[in-house]
T-cell receptor, first 113, second 112 residues
Framework: DTGVSQDPRHKITKRGQNVTFRCDPISEHNRLYWYRQTLGQGPEFLTYFQNEAQLEKSRLLSDRFSAERPKGSFSTLEIQRTEQGDSAMYLC???????????FGPGTRLTVL | QKEVEQDPGPLSVPEGAIVSLNCTYSNSAFQYFMWYRQYSRKGPELLMYTYSSGNKEDGRFTAQVDKSSKYISLFIRDSQPSDSATYLCAMSAGLYSIKLVFGAGTILRVKS
């Protein structure tokens, strides 16, 4: 399977814990995006990487959130001191060029108890 | 008011029906329009991609964009139970815009 992959698929954590998600984009896609989707809503943009550079961050990405893409390959999204409001599906997408369509991974569903 | 409005449904139709899904938007800068299909607990899957106004057809799916009315549509012909999913419209502005703005999604149920 050469699509976007995400790990883990599900994560249950207690409030105040730190969590980290991983995204592996489609090979050769140099653009990578993170979105958050809550129940009954469409995905909302969080941040964007071109190769290893993080070029844009949404206001939704508070100081507790950090994303990295070392060496321009896979990316990680870390949430520190999780809150119940962080419960959502975290989606990763990648594209080849800036005008190319974004292909989404299966998402990581986070539940904060 | 949200930039992209989409009726959440659910929309329930019999198998074989023609389905019409719609979104309206307020940002006149949007030029790229997409429809994604999302099955329960899965990531969105791209169905159709359209630039500017006009129609685009792909098999049983037809996407229409009317920029003058800020209105986009997706038509599904001969709907099948396997089409049951949430349909998300998405759009982005100019050449160097990277952020997709999504509607809330319409839940479609096709009954056999």
């Amino acid at each position: 399977d050469t699509g976007v992959s995400q790990d883990p698929r599900h994560k249950i954590t207690k409030r105040g814990q730190n969590v980290t998600f991983r995204c592996d984009p489609i090979s050769e896609h140099n653009r990578l995006y993170w979105y958050r989707q809550t129940l009954g809503q469409g995905p909302e943009f969080l941040t964007y990487f071109q190769n290893e550079a993080q070029l844009e961050k949404s206001r939704l990405l508070s100081d507790r959130f950090s994303a990295e893409r070392p060496k321009g390959s896979f990316s990680t999204l870390e949430i520190q001191r999780t809150e119940q409001g962080d419960s959502a599906m975290y989606l990763c997408a990648s594209s080849l060029g800036i005008q190319d369509t974004q292909y989404f991974g299966p998402g990581t569903r986070l539940t904060v108890l | 008011q949200k930039e992209v409005e989409q009726d959440p449904g659910p929309l329930s139709v019999p198998e074989g029906a023609i389905v019409s899904l719609n979104c309206t938007y307020s940002n006149s800068a949007f030029q790229y329009f997409m429809w994604y299909r999302q099955y329960s607990r899965k990531g969105p899957e791209l169905l159709m991609y359209t630039y500017s106004s006009g129609n685009k057809e792909d098999g049983r799916f037809t996407a229409q964009v009317d920029k003058s009315s800020k209105y986009i549509s997706l038509f599904i012909r001969d709907s099948q139970p396997s089409d049951s999913a949430t349909y998300l419209c998405a759009m982005s502005a100019g050449l160097y815009s990277i952020k997709l703005v999504f509607g809330a999604g319409t839940i479609l149920r096709v009954k056999s």
